[in-house]
């Protein structure tokens, strides 16, 4: 049902860098920007990243977001075992004229 | 730091209404919009819709046809009904605070489990 496409999961060792797509279209993220949410299970999910690659205050500078076209990229660099956890894109669409997500990716510290 | 906290019934049975209520403390409840999400079990996020704290409303069209959100500004809560439901809409309910239209989700409760089961 989700609109937005992302890879099922990745990992990386401990300081590697990683990446996680968003494929979208252009009803969304083609025409607005992206946001990124970190969710450990049993927990509130967490803004991440905001207009495609602004930081809330706190949120570590390891996480860096980027769009180009329909889609979007979320960066962890020197990833930590406290990076383990699931993420998922999200944008506005002005063709359901609603919020839509993206299918998630679980990030595992090897 | 607003802190958001959903109730309701853990078990609902088929056909029946789910009704689930946020209250938001630490926080005032304008001039912001508050999203209900869900997520299934095993699955992603999916957004239900939401309130402006006037009292606009804006559904995602999937659900439209059986979603109300309404706000009680004094009680500072939103709430959720979700009618007619079946165990497609078992998930983990969230409410979440925007600060405006198309703003990201800046603010999530714990969440809460909602079984669809007779």
């Known amino acids: 049902q989700s609109v937005l496409t992302q890879p099922p999961s990745t990992s990386g060792t401990p300081g590697q860098r990683v990446t996680i797509s968003c494929s979208g279209s252009?009803?969304?993220?083609?025409?607005?920007?992206v946001n990124w949410y970190q969710h450990l299970p049993g927990t509130a999910p967490k803004l991440l990243i905001y207009s495609s690659n602004q930081r809330p205050s706190g949120v570590p500078d390891r996480f860096s977001g980027s769009k180009s076209g329909t889609s979007a990229s979320l960066a962890i660099s020197g990833l930590q075992s406290e990076d383990e956890a699931d993420y998922y894109c999200a944008t506005w669409d002005d063709s359901l004229n609603g919020f839509v997500f993206g299918t998630g990716t679980k990030v595992t510290v090897v | 730091q607003v802190q958001l906290q959903e109730s309701g019934p853990g078990l609902v049975k088929p056909s029946e209404t789910l009704s689930l209520t946020c209250t938001v403390s630490g926080g005032s409840i304008s001039p912001f919009y508050w999203s209900w999400i869900r997520q299934p079990p095993g699955k992603g996020l999916e957004w239900i819709g939401y309130i402006y704290y006037s009292g606009n409303t804006n559904y995602n069209p999937s659900l439209k046809s059986r979603v109300t959100i309404s706000v009680d500004t004094s009680k500072k809560q939103v709430s959720l009904r979700l009618t007619s439901v079946t165990a497609a809409d078992t998930a983990v309910y969230y409410c979440?605070?925007?600060?405006?239209?198309?703003?990201?989700?800046?603010?999530w409760g714990q969440g809460t489990l909602v079984t669809v089961s007779s």
């Open positions: 979440a605070k925007h600060s405006g239209a198309y703003a990201p989700a800046d603010n």
């Open positions: 252009r009803s969304n993220i083609g025409s607005n920007t």
